[in-house]
């Protein structure tokens, strides 16, 4: 079955300085949206990125990622982290095969050090 | 943004007994899911649902797991009988199409079975 894979439970970074979550993933389905959810402290899980266009670039908020389909893989970027960039971000994909179901990976928690 | 509400936010309850979680999706969207996550694990697919009608469910979703919207009220999760194993955090989400769009989250619903 589909699976997504986020290899860091937990990265720290200094703020200022460039931050990369990983995010590989298997599926069987040609039709594929890709997502970046990000939950901050108390709040509820909301959409940061979505793509689903091979090797096009996706920014928002500053992060930026790039589906790359040749190597399954949907990493999330920030050339400068932020103290307020500090929550827990969930890779997802959605295969569009039924009802928009989505299937997460388990999360990284990003904490941003002054 | 669209805001999905769900009340509570945290439930205790007697093993054996009923349980119902509610959520308030966002006001014109059509398609409605439930999450589940056990601490420490992902955020996993339960039931979505669609003009009254259950359209896909995982296997998490045992037989003592509905899922209804009475006249455009609460979407709400009743499990009866809960067990120990359905402790967890329970996250309501809509979205307003089916394939490979936004789905916005609530904050969750924290159950612990006791």
């Known amino acids: 079955g589909d699976s997504v894979t986020q290899t860091e439970g937990l990265v720290t970074v200094t703020e200022g300085l460039p931050v990369k979550l990983n995010c590989t993933y298997q599926?069987?389905?040609?039709?594929?949206?890709f997502f970046w959810y990000v939950q901050y402290l108390n709040e509820a899980p909301q959409v940061l990125l979505k793509?689903?266009?091979?090797?096009k670039r996706t920014e928002h908020q500053g992060f930026h990622a790039t589906l790359h389909k040749s190597s399954s893989s949907f990493h999330l970027q920030k050339s400068s982290a932020q103290l307020s960039d500090s929550a827990l971000y969930y890779c997802?994909?959605?295969?569009?095969?039924?009802?928009?179901?989505?299937?997460f990976g388990i999360g990284t928690l990003l904490s941003v050090k002054p | 943004g669209p805001k999905v509400l769900q009340i509570p936010s945290h439930q205790i309850i007697d093993m054996g007994q009923m349980v119902t979680l509610n959520c308030d999706p966002v006001?014109?969207?059509?398609?409605f899911y439930w999450y589940k996550q056990i601490l420490g694990q992902q955020m996993e697919f339960l039931v979505n649902?669609?003009?009254?009608?259950?359209?896909?469910k995982s296997k998490l979703f045992k037989d003592q797991f509905s899922v209804e919207r009475p006249d455009g009220s609460y979407f709400t999760l009743k499990i009866q009988p809960t067990a120990l194993e359905d402790s967890a955090v329970y996250f309501c989400?809509?979205?307003?199409?089916?394939?490979?769009?936004?789905?916005?989250f609530g904050k969750g619903t924290r159950l612990t079975v006791v």
């Open positions: 997802a994909l959605s295969d569009g095969s039924s009802g928009n179901k989505l299937i």
């Open positions: 649902f669609y003009n009254g009608k259950v359209m896909e």
């Open positions: 599926t069987t389905y040609l039709t594929i949206a």
């Open positions: 793509s689903s266009t091979d090797n």
């Open positions: 006001s014109n969207h059509l398609y």
């Open positions: 989400a809509s979205s307003r199409d089916r394939a490979n769009t936004e789905v916005f």
